[in-house]
């Protein structure tokens, strides 16, 4: 998952920089609400989590501008102001949810899992598929009921997979987000963590095939 | 007594009412009682001298003698009274007496008496104290006279007065003893306005400042209520302005807070994850740098705190050379690091010895916040002005910066106003602390955008 920052404080920047990639999710940062827009301009995000006090353009501008273009991505409204108006104001421009500073990671996180799954439309935080099921939350992986280490990458691939519930992910999409501005994620890294994810599924019937000229999809053999 | 507790309205009107209605109702009642006592006198007096008038009907003159015709019965009869009984006697020029009940003795000033003109005296005689009234009678012919002299006793009069006293003072004491509790009564309900008021505002929660309803307030007090909403009106907008001061402060914590705690956590998930890495030193200078935020922004709160409540500062004399070098000290190295340049007019050099009397302390730190500000947000020239003019200095502070719109001026002495351009940490707190500085050193701080020259100017006028 590709996961856009936009603060223009710098500790809180980083601080959600490292929280999000702990997870496994790519991030991209910008201190602005013009950087913002440029950004999305040029690359798809999953969720942003965005700031409503921004120099250059404030956040709720930068909000309705991207929603005036019918970009689609989630979007955390992150403020310093809790009064039910600024709250109401946020949903309104086109926010999915709202967390008041200062917030625990954990709560960060939880609220990030909780607007992609209402997104997708899932309803359960566990994706299953013949013998193997896999936890978004928890990241962990269980095959015939044994419980599998993935790396946070791997896990990101396997939800991405696993969430598109039998259609092939095109590689591009694959690429875009396993990488962030700061790592070069290439169309060949993301073979290496097809193969990886192979070798730990291979003792399921669950199996990653490749779908010539598109990209990949998983499937669970009878 | 609660009715009468001090300094109570009821108990002064109540108070000044009985002492105004006692003393005009005692002097009505005197003046009432002096009145019918004196017409009871003349009435009487005017009877005694019938009694007089009637007895020299009695008398006729023989060869200038004069003879009374009846007997001292026939007098009696003339004069009768029911009461008390008469006293009169009738005596010559010479003293002899004619006729009479009793001796009768005319005063010493008798002598002086014209004829027929009653005169009226008191006399204390052997049969009691009398009113008496003598009447000096003429012969028409001859000089000859003769006095008719008719007394009777005071008791008369006396019991009169006293019928008097009774028929005014029992009916103003009657009146006095209704009065009171009317008197209660009607200021109570004359009050009962101001209670309803009363009653009304301390019936209200503590944090409603809405104005009272003027609908039901009586006329007298229509301008102080409207004083007190008045009052109630800059209340609520110095409580809400403190509101906003507050959730603005709380809001400028919040976010580096945020991070410091983000930030924090992370380093902790690191060292469970591997404990015997060193912490990441971009997480540790972004702490650093978040800490000193927060510390700056604490100390720049408190400092505008501190500066609502002085109402006393003290001066002292200095240079404008010493404060320029001061400042210069201060802000030199941090320019030179910056590789900007902090410029002191040549104008301003020539003032040097120039006297100050004012507070150091509060005018550097004025500066301060004024310097800081065009260095964060000015562009690579920042340059000190002074004027002198009478008893008042003008301390200038040009920026080369970006241009600041007109109706942006107003907003950047607004607390934590930032601008949308603005991309460095300030808090936006340093120009309104300079202006509140400036306010309790006497001075005045305002902002002008120069159109013909990119960059602004604050001034800082101080009486010195």
Request: glycine fraction near 6%.
């Amino acid at each position: 998952m590709r996961v856009l920052v936009v603060e223009d404080d710098s500790a809180l920047r980083l601080g959600l920089k490292r929280t999000l990639l702990a997870e496994g999710w790519q991030v991209d940062t910008v201190d602005n609400g013009e950087l913002a827009l440029g950004a999305t301009a040029v690359q798809d995000y999953d969720i942003a989590v965005l700031d409503l006090s921004l120099p250059k353009i404030d956040g709720l501008r930068v909000l309705k501008e991207w929603r005036d273009k019918g970009l689609k991505h989630a979007v955390l409204i992150l403020t310093a102001r809790d009064e039910l108006q600024d709250r109401i104001l946020g949903l309104n421009s086109g926010g999915d949810d709202y967390l008041t500073k200062p917030f625990e990671a954990s709560e960060l996180i939880a609220r990030v899992r909780a607007i992609v799954r209402r997104r997708t439309g899932s309803m359960t935080q566990v994706l299953e598929l013949g013998d193997v099921s896999f936890n978004t939350d928890s990241r962990e992986l269980f095959c015939n009921e044994q419980r599998i280490m993935v790396s946070p990458r791997e896990a990101t691939l396997l939800e991405l997979l696993m969430g598109s519930s039998g259609k092939a992910v095109p590689k591009s999409r694959i690429v875009s987000a396993m990488s962030s501005w700061d790592t070069n994620f290439t169309p060949n890294s993301v073979e290496i963590y097809i193969l990886k994810l192979r070798r730990k599924l291979a003792n399921t019937r669950v199996c990653i095939l490749t779908v010539r000229g598109t990209g990949y999809v998983i499937e669970a053999s009878e | 007594m609660k009715l009468l507790k001090a300094d109570s309205l009821r108990r002064n009107l109540i108070l000044t009412f009985i002492w105004l209605w006692v003393a005009s109702a005692l002097g009505a009642t005197l003046v009432a009682f002096w009145l019918a006592g004196r017409s009871a006198q003349i009435a009487f007096d005017r009877i005694l001298k019938d009694d007089a008038l009637a007895l020299m009907t009695q008398i006729h003159w023989d060869k200038n003698t004069p003879v009374f015709s009846g007997d001292t019965h026939t007098a009696d009869y003339l004069i009768f009274d029911s009461f008390s009984p008469s006293r009169f006697t009738v005596i010559t020029e010479d003293g002899k007496k004619l006729v009479g009940n009793a001796t009768l003795e005319l005063p010493p000033n008798a002598d002086t008496q014209k004829p027929d003109i009653p005169l009226f005296f008191d006399s204390n005689t052997s049969i009691g104290n009398l009113r008496v009234v003598a009447i000096k009678l003429q012969d028409k012919q001859s000089s000859a006279y003769a006095w008719v002299i008719v007394g009777e006793s005071q008791a008369k009069r006396d019991q009169i007065s006293k019928e008097l006293a009774a028929a005014i003072f029992l009916p103003a004491i009657g009146l006095a003893v209704l009065i009171v509790p009317l008197l209660f009564a009607g200021i109570r309900y004359g009050l009962a306005p101001a209670k309803a008021i009363n009653d009304a505002v301390s019936k209200r929660g503590i944090n409603d400042l809405s104005p009272i309803p003027l609908s039901q307030v009586p006329d007298e007090l229509t301008g102080l209520i409207s004083h007190i909403n008045d009052l109630l009106r800059r209340l609520e907008d110095a409580v809400a302005h403190e509101r906003r001061f507050i959730s603005d402060a709380a809001h400028q914590l919040r976010t580096p807070l945020a991070g410091i705690k983000l930030l924090v956590d992370d380093l902790l998930r690191t060292n469970q994850a591997n404990p015997k890495s060193p912490p990441d030193l971009e997480v540790l200078t972004e702490l650093s740098l978040a800490s000193s935020r927060v510390t700056q922004l604490v100390k720049q709160l408190l400092t505008l705190a501190r500066s609502e409540g002085v109402n006393t500062i003290e001066k002292n004399e200095f240079t404008l050379g010493f404060l320029i070098s001061e400042l210069l000290k201060n802000w030199g190295p941090i320019f030179k690091k910056k590789g900007k340049d902090l410029h002191v007019s040549a104008y301003l050099n020539s003032f040097k010895d120039f006297k100050i009397n004012s507070n150091l302390t509060l005018l550097i730190e004025i500066l301060d916040n004024i310097i800081d500000n065009a260095l964060n947000y000015g562009g690579d020239t920042v340059e000190l002005h002074a004027n002198i003019q009478h008893s008042r200095i003008i301390l200038q502070v040009l920026d080369s910066g970006s241009d600041v719109l007109q109706e942006d001026v107003e907003k950047m002495l607004t607390p934590f106003w930032r601008g949308l351009d603005s991309t460095n940490q300030g808090v936006g707190l340093g120009l309104p602390i300079a202006q509140k500085t400036c306010l309790l050193l006497g001075g005045v701080l305002s902002i002008q955008v120069q159109p013909q020259v990119k960059g602004t100017q604050v001034t800082v006028d101080l009486p010195v």
